[in-house]
């Protein structure tokens, strides 16, 4: 299974952003995925989870109402919409997907997801 992220940039406070992870070999329809982010000497950290028919989601507080975690199984491709930017979410961006899960199931917990992407870097100014 492959994860390919992408849609990361320079971008002021208060804007946005629209991440994608596409994903190819595997079942994406049966994978749980999230994203995670990880700032400079920082561990990574969770941002949001969908399930696999994108009908549950879930979200750390500090993004929660700016923030917008969806799907599109056929594509096999998952996205975060980020609006309201601040400079304390720059960080590099990681898609997992959890092939471990049931259905309706979402994971906040980075050792649960067993397969990841290269990352892309999000950078806020203000």
Known sequence: ???QA???GLVQAGGSLTLSC???GGTFGSYVMGWFRQAPGKERAFVA???WAGRNTDYA???KGRFTISRDN?????YLQMNSLKPEDTAVYYCGADDNGVSGSVSMFFR???YWGQGTLVTVSS
């Open 1 to 3: 299974v492959q994860l």
């Open 6 to 8: 992408s849609g990361g």
């Open 22 to 24: 596409a994903t190819s």
């Open 49 to 51: 989870a969908i399930s």
């Open 61 to 63: 507080d500090s993004v």
């Open 74 to 78: 056929a594509k096999n491709t998952v």
């Open 112 to 114: 649960q997801y067993e």
